[in-house]
């Protein structure tokens, strides 16, 4: 592990409207802790002393983000998403590369209802990836048995866990390479969950970072009434 941590950008893409949930507001504007999901998941990167500066992809419409505080915050700069979370990353690089950043400069990102990182795991994928040729993510090791359905939606078979890993956020790539693995990607049409993904299909193979396992999503109700919970536990 590097003890020196690169300076980073950090990328946010937060346009989508998270329907799972079935609120009455996107996700990431749900309160938790007196904060909404959103601030949380950015505070881990303002307070980091290595940011160079965030990059948050919105809808163009979006009427909650201008009432945060933080949309006051000189360091955030707000672009528009796209219909894609690969199309919102993508604006978020070229708006980067707009402002002059280096094909060299690391980027991570990181998903705007994921506002329980760590400033440990932070740090540690900064250090263990800094000098990596192609960067990597965070990602925890499966624990439960898995199995591989088939088309009638019984067992076919018994997946080795050792070999799986959940992915999270946040992934860091150069600007350069992940600029251009998402661009083609898009353009070939190749579908894209992850900036990892897009990075694979280029041909590079990302390094797993193991962090821990309550860096959650909200995606369902239950998962924020669990990190509801999680809070009031830990104070």
């Not at 933080?70 to 979370?85: F, H, N, P, W, Y």
Request: negative net charge; aromatic residues 6%; hydrophobic residues 45%.
């Amino acid at each position: 592990m590097n003890d020196v941590l690169p300076a980073f950008w950090a990328v946010i893409p937060a346009a989508g409207v998270g329907a799972r949930m079935a609120a009455d507001r996107p996700k990431q504007y749900l309160p938790l802790g007196g904060l909404t999901i959103l601030e949380h998941s950015l505070l881990c990167f303002l307070n980091h002393p290595r940011l160079k500066g965030l990059v948050i992809s919105l809808a163009a419409d979006d009427p909650y983000w201008p009432a945060l505080p933080c949309a006051l915050d000189s360091r955030i700069q707000r672009v528009t998403g796209g219909k894609e979370r690969a199309d919102s990353v993508l604006n978020a690089l070229l708006h980067l590369h707009a402002q002059g950043a280096s094909d060299d400069d690391w980027v991570l990102v990181h998903d705007a209802a994921r506002p329980n990182l760590a400033r440990s795991d932070l740090d540690q994928l900064l250090g263990e990836l800094a000098d990596d040729p192609v960067g990597g993510l965070l990602a925890v090791p499966a624990r439960d048995t898995l199995k591989r359905a088939d088309a009638q939606g019984r067992v076919a078979e018994t997946v080795d866990r050792r070999l799986i890993w959940q992915a999270y956020t946040p992934q860091m790539f150069r600007l350069g390479a992940l600029h251009r693995a998402l661009a083609d990607s898009l353009v070939a049409h190749v579908p894209i969950t992850d900036e990892a993904s897009a990075i694979e299909w280029a041909g590079a193979a990302p390094r797993l970072i193991e962090g821990r396992a309550d860096n959650i999503k909200v995606t369902r109700p239950e998962d924020l009434e669990w990190l509801r919970r999680h809070r009031q536990s830990r104070f």
